[in-house]
């Protein structure tokens, strides 16, 4: 089975909000640093940050991340 | 949309904001660590007998090594990141460098130190700029 990669809709919910990097960290109590490593795909976060991210968007997590086929 | 305020504005903000965040007794162990550290190299400190000096400075040494470790455990999983990768960086660039002084028969001596410490600073800083390149 071929390695699968996560990729992530953040930065098009983000813009879609007209939220900056800068305001998303802080609404799940994370840094702007994190935010670019996540929506350039550089790391996956943890579940608790996951779970943050989707009750921010309110949306399911799978629809924030999901596997590359 | 990338905010981009600059590579080391932007690590002197987040320092600044981890050390903000750390429990007391780690922001006074780090300080007292480097001004410590600082003083036991310069004059009059550097002139304690041999045994002392040493003993001062092996102390705060571990002292600023703990109150570093605190910073990052206050950080985001951004910063846990940087210092995984900084420490697996480190790891092999330094023993590369030592076993190859081994092999070539050159020795470093006292120079392991800055070799260990210099591997582990450009460890940070190559995995803070990639983890957050556009």
């Not at chain 1, 909000?17 to 960290?25: C, F, I, N, S």
């Not at chain 2, 780690?26 to 550097?46: E, H, K, N, R, Y």
């Not at chain 2, 600023?64 to 999983?77: F, K, P, Y």
């Amino acid at each position: 089975m071929a390695a699968q990669t996560v990729k992530n809709a953040l930065r098009q919910l983000r813009v879609l909000r007209g939220w900056t990097q800068q305001e998303l960290g802080a609404k799940v109590g994370t840094s702007r640093q994190a935010i670019i490593a996540i929506e350039n795909g550089r790391f996956d976060p943890s579940l608790t940050l996951a779970i943050r991210l989707s009750r921010v968007f309110e949306k399911p997590i799978e629809e924030i991340f999901f596997l590359d086929h | 949309m990338a905010e981009e305020p600059g590579l080391l504005a932007d690590l002197w903000h987040e320092s600044c904001k981890s050390f903000a965040a750390m429990p007391r007794w780690s922001q006074i162990t780090l300080v007292i660590g480097m001004v410590v550290f600082i003083a036991a190299v310069l004059p009059p400190l550097d002139r304690l007998p041999k045994i002392p000096l040493a003993t001062v400075r092996t102390a705060a040494f571990l002292a600023l090594v703990v109150g570093l470790i605190a910073t990052a455990r206050m950080r985001d999983e951004f910063f846990l990141r940087v210092y995984l990768h900084a420490c697996a960086i480190a790891f092999i660039l330094s023993s590369t460098i030592v076993f190859a002084s081994l092999a070539y028969d050159i020795p470093l001596g006292r120079n392991t130190f800055t070799v260990l410490d210099l591997s582990f600073l450009i460890g940070f800083f190559g995995a803070f700029w990639w983890l957050r390149r556009p």
